[in-house]
């Protein structure tokens, strides 16, 4: 696999070289770019076919460099400082990301998942998505709002507000859709509790996070479940109810 580092810090360009070449023998030629001119340069020079990208350098963004891009022939991991709208916007995009300082397993990761999704060919609309999703995120929450989920296959693109329930299945999330769809992802429960709960999702139990908007009815037999859109229910926790039912005087 051949690997482009565009960093504007020396330090973090050697130090993910360092890793890379110690911890990910699929890595077999590792190039360097200081910023936005150079690493589009180089992009179209060494066609890499995984892209290290940081999000604020000298001459520019990461984002601006991505907008500069005609045609996305490799895998995108950004590198980031903490910041919650910007994490969540990638969540939201289901575009991979690093958190400086970068973590080795989470690097080893995100090499194996690029390896994966060599042959995806959705990058540019998940560019789009991540895009819009920064705009907005400093705003208000609207359930028109989209979310890319990867089922390992595919990446599905549907609006939150299609999104009924979700259920967490071990280190899986199943997500139940209107219309009898479903969406199996990678990914933990409560990394969607974080991400949804500024869109009105509540997590009622410790294996469903339900969208509030699709409640029906609060049915009060076998301990209390929650009716929900399409027919669904899903179990209300004893520490929960409480607050369910709170909510559900302000619907």
Known sequence: MRVLI???????????????????PQVKEI????????????????????????????????FDLVQKIGNFNFQLVFI???????????????ID????????????????????????????????LLEESLQSFSGSRS????????????????????????KADGSYTVFYLSNARKIMV??????????????GFLRTHHSYLINTAKISKFDKTDGGQLILEEHHS???????KEQVLEILGKL
């Open 80 to 94: 980031t400082a903490h910041n919650k709208y910007a994490v969540n916007a990638f969540k939201l995009s289901a």
């Open 234 to 240: 899903v179990p209300v926790s004893a520490r929960k």
């Open 31 to 62: 190039n360097e770019a200081t910023g936005v001119i150079e690493g589009i340069q180089a992009i179209s020079n060494l066609k890499p076919e995984l892209v290290f990208l940081d999000v604020e350098m000298d001459d520019g963004t990461g």
């Open 186 to 199: 990678s990914k933990i429960l409560k990394e969607y509790e974080d991400l949804f709960e500024d869109f």
């Open 143 to 166: 359930q028109d709002k989209k979310i890319a989920l990867n089922d390992g296959n595919s990446i599905h693109y549907i609006k939150v507000s299609d999104v009924i329930y979700c």
């Open 6 to 24: 565009i960093d504007n810090d020396s330090s973090i360009r050697e130090g993910l070289k360092a890793l890379l070449q110690k911890l990910c």
């Open 97 to 128: 990301f690093l958190l400086k300082p970068i973590d080795p397993l989470e690097l080893v990761v995100s090499v194996n998942r690029a390896i994966a999704q060599l042959k995806n060919k959705d990058l540019e609309q998940q560019v789009k």
